[in-house]
């Protein structure tokens, strides 16, 4: 009788994942698509992919800028960066519930701004996810240098994406799995360092105690340092975003999407507030960090005086390399399927929208990201500052057509008078993005110029080869 109970729960649970999937299928016809791509990702896989794109440890490299900048209140600023993004990720998951398709912001500026807007949408995020892979792999191969220095960066470039592109070819689902491995070793290395630090702490080691100074210090406190911090915190939560991309992957549809968008969110966000909290108490009062070294080092000059020289080794190498590995891994994925969407819809070669018929992934595109990142690795495997600035361009620009796209579709095509959910919150992450965009450093600005003036050569060799520039009809 237990049996065969068990069995009739079996078949609901398949019957009803099965229902699940073929509704989403409907919906994504419903857009003028097909189903094409593998819908095998639970929320569960959805979050460990974003909180592998955004990198727990993420504030571990730029922990000394961060310190200086908030005058020592570094997890404040994490806070700070919490509640800016959570506006860009509302916007996320109520454009991801209107648009269940590929294609992140390029989709949705598209189908709420028209397909000039979706395009520059597309081309400006596709920056961002296009060079992620590449700083990955060059911020790894410096780590991984500076330890073992007779091993070229280059080597560590090829031998890392040549992993990534393998994993990612064999499918979606095998990906899913070794970014599980992987941030599991990243947050065992975490979890190691947070009980090293907090037994440090209970012995005051270099006079270390529990204050709030950190959060809040009034002798130095100014909403000139919570601005002025708030584009190098924004910068350190980007990656959620991406799971947007994986829409037409996601067996609970956009629904799915939308949970898993606000929960690796909110989730990095405790990670980054706990780590430099931490941090932070065995620095407490401590001036701002010399530029160079001392703040680039910051962090593990920290980490060695709380458990010595094999703390600092087990949190910079494995650390940095699991990460690395794991955000490579999510990047490609990423930029994969970006590339597959605008070639479906004819803004790139329609052979980018080539999916394998046994694994079911964007093999083309996933090749293509390889070569770019191969080419751009290798010539940029020493301009780490300039890898960085160009990314966050991209995201930040696809960002802001994000938050209109929000208004025009919601305000303009639905005629919505819900003035909280799609006017007041998509303004505010408008001005918050627009303000840390207006701030971005002068290299960052001239370089994302220069891709936005590639983009719009792009498209008007479209437009004159007669190709459509129009969506496909709902």
């Known amino acids: ?26 919906s994504l016809e419903s857009f003028g698509y097909k189903q094409e791509l593998k819908r095998s990702l639970s929320l569960f896989d959805l979050l460990i992919y974003g909180l592998v794109f955004i990198v727990p440890g993420a504030p571990i490299a730029v922990y000394g800028i961060v310190y200086n900048a908030s005058a020592g209140m570094v997890p404040l600023i994490y806070l700070v960066g919490l509640v800016a993004m959570v506006f860009t990720a509302l916007s996320y998951m109520m454009m991801s519930h209107a648009f269940p398709v590929a294609g992140s912001v390029y989709a949705y500026a598209g189908r709420s701004l028209g397909p000039v807007a979706g395009f520059v949408a597309g081309w400006a995020i596709l920056l961002d996810y296009l060079l992620l892979p590449t700083l990955t792999f060059v911020a790894v191969a410096i780590a991984m240098h500076a330890t073992w220095p007779f091993i070229p960066k280059p080597i560590w470039v090829v031998g890392m994406l040549a992993f990534a592109t393998a994993i990612n070819y064999f499918g979606i689902e095998l990906t899913a799995r070794m970014n599980f491995i992987l941030l599991a070793l990243q947050l065992v290395i975490l979890a190691i360092f947070m009980i090293v630090g907090v037994a440090a702490l209970m012995h005051h080691a270099g006079g270390a105690h529990l204050s709030l100074l950190p959060f809040y210090n009034p002798e130095r406190f100014t909403p000139q340092i919570i601005f002025g911090g708030l584009s190098l915190a924004v910068l350190s939560f980007l990656g959620f975003d991406a799971i947007s991309t994986l829409s037409e992957e996601s067996a609970g549809g956009s629904r799915t999407i939308a949970r898993a968008t606000m929960l690796s ?133 696809g960002f802001l057509l994000l938050h209109v796209s929000v208004m025009a579709h919601f305000l303009w095509r639905k005629k919505s008078r819900d003035w909280s959910r799609h006017l007041i919150v998509p303004l505010i992450g408008l001005v918050i993005i627009g303000y840390v965009l207006w701030n971005a450093e002068a290299n960052a600005k001239i370089a994302g ?16 080869m007669g190709r459509s520039t129009s969506l496909p009809v709902e």
């Not at 068990?6 to 989403?24: C, L, Q, Y």
Request: net charge neutral.
């Open 1 to 26: 009788m237990m049996k065969e109970n068990a069995e009739s729960a079996s078949d609901v649970r398949v019957a009803a994942s099965a229902a699940s999937a073929d509704g989403a299928s409907a």
């Open 265 to 397: 969110l909110c989730l990095s966000a405790v990670l980054f507030v706990a780590q430099t909290y931490l941090a932070s108490l065995f620095v407490l009062g401590h001036p701002a960090f010399a530029k160079g070294d001392a703040a680039e080092q910051a962090f593990y000059n920290i980490v060695t005086s709380i458990g010595g020289y094999w703390l600092k080794f087990l949190v910079a190498v494995p650390g940095v390399f699991f990460a690395g590995v794991a955000g490579s891994l999510t990047a490609q994925a990423a930029t994969a399927r970006l590339l597959y969407s605008m070639a479906r819809d004819g803004k790139l070669p329609r052979p980018l929208a080539h999916v394998h018929g046994v694994r079911k992934v964007p093999e083309r595109a996933i090749f293509l990201v390889a070569a770019v990142t191969l080419v751009l690795g290798l010539l940029l495997v020493n301009e780490l500052e300039l890898l960085t600035s160009m990314v966050s361009f991209g995201a930040l620009v």
């Open 449 to 464: 110029a220069a891709w936005m003036v590639a983009g719009a050569a792009v498209f008007l060799t479209l437009h004159f």
